[in-house]
Nanobody
Framework: QVQLVESGGGLVQAGGSLRLACTAS????????MGWYRQVPGKQRELVAT???????NYADSVKGRFTISRDNAKNTGYLQMNSLKPEDTAVYYC????????????????WGQGTQVTVSS
């Protein structure tokens, strides 16, 4: 089994910064793509940013220039650096990763973390 655990959420004032982390543990052989998503009550979960195994990244228009996604393959960890935060960034942030198991038959599956709350006050 594979577990993804997010950390780093919290309460911050508008204009501030937070850094989220997502660590995979368990039967991890390698992590392929990773992504960060967010959701507010009553709305669909939306994509924030993704990063490929090779380091190529994509961002939602709403966070371009403010958020940076990165990863440390040696630590099985992905990060989301969030700068210039706005009240509209308030949401539960989830990480997702496509993880290849280190057990036969070494298949890849999509896993999700439990979410971490980010609240930006005005």
């Amino acid at each position: 089994q594979v577990q993804l655990v997010e950390s780093g959420g919290g309460l911050v004032q508008a204009g501030g910064s937070l850094r989220l982390a997502c660590t995979a543990s368990g039967s991890v052989l390698r992590i392929n793509a990773m992504g960060w998503y967010r959701q507010v009550p009553g709305k669909q979960r939306e994509l924030v940013a993704t990063i490929s195994s090779g380091g190529s990244s994509n961002y939602a228009d709403s966070v371009k220039g403010r958020f940076t996604i990165s990863r440390d393959n040696a630590k099985n960890t992905g990060y989301l650096q969030m700068n210039s935060l706005k009240p509209e960034d308030t949401a539960v942030y989830y990480c997702s990763a496509i993880v290849q198991s280190n057990s036969p038959p070494y298949i890849s599956n999509d896993y999700w973390g439990q979410g971490t709350q980010v609240t930006v006050s005005s």
